[in-house]
């Protein structure tokens, strides 16, 4: 199975921050990585695919890169509604298998 | 619009076999390129990938989980039901269906997920 690993586990930032979280996968899995957004209590929402594409509705501020093995989820300037869990989810070879989340509060 | 629901039980006992079905509305997995998926999150945990079916009825399991899990479809319901045998209190969770469309631009990303349901396992 692909092992996904997201850095850091937690995350405290200020609103109007720009924050990075990282994705790094075991192997190889080219550009089939999948972002979510979780609130608590809410089921997850799509925010990019394709490792850098947007999905429909999401906020510009977000975005996403890499290919391979390492990849990035940036918000550019955190807002309020922004502090939430984020998963990534690689799409590359089944089983798919998320990370274990990064949690990003408020400072 | 497309939406999916889960259903089953709150509560089972640990030993008994989980059946949860997922109804959706707002699209066909008889529509190439359609499927739907099987999460559950336990309590303050991440997300799990446990299962998905494609509109061609192959079948895809978790590693760990696959002697346990079985998910099956019916079209003409419009539900896609996941049966997992031996339930422990770990297995406690939310579980969650949720729908994926390789022929959209998402690919085989999750796109639209139903509210999840929590099942506990006690005694």
């Known amino acids: 199975d692909i092992q996904l690993t997201q850095s850091p586990s937690f995350l405290s930032a200020s609103v109007g921050d720009r924050v990075t979280i990282t994705c790094r996968a075991s192997q190889g899995i080219s550009s089939y990585l999948a972002w979510y957004q979780q609130k608590p209590g809410k089921a997850p929402k799509l925010l990019i695919y394709a490792a850098s594409t947007l999905q429909s509705g999401v906020p510009s501020r977000f975005s996403g890169s890499g290919s391979g093995t390492e990849f990035t989820l940036t918000i550019s300037s955190l807002q309020p509604e922004d502090f939430a869990t984020y998963y990534c989810q690689q799409l590359n070879s089944y089983p798919f298998t998320f990370g274990q989340g990064t949690r990003l509060e408020i400072k | 619009q497309v939406t999916l629901r889960e259903s089953g039980p709150a509560l089972v006992k640990p030993t008994q076999t989980l059946t949860l079905t997922c109804t959706f509305s707002?699209?066909?997995?008889?529509?190439?390129?359609?499927?739907v998926s099987w999460v559950r999150q336990p309590p303050g945990k991440a997300l799990e990938w446990l299962a998905l079916i494609d509109w061609d009825d192959d079948k895809y399991y978790s590693t760990s989980l696959k002697t346990r899990l079985t998910i099956s479809k019916d079209t003409s319901k419009n539900q896609v039901v996941l049966t997992m045998t031996n339930m422990d209190p770990v297995d406690t969770a939310t579980y969650y269906c949720?729908?994926?469309?390789?022929?959209?631009?998402?690919?085989?990303?999750?796109?639209?997920w139903g509210q999840g349901t929590m099942v506990t396992v006690s005694s």
């Open positions: 707002g699209f066909s997995l008889s529509t190439s390129g359609m499927c």
């Open positions: 949720a729908r994926s469309y390789t022929a959209m631009a998402t690919g085989d990303a999750f796109d639209i």
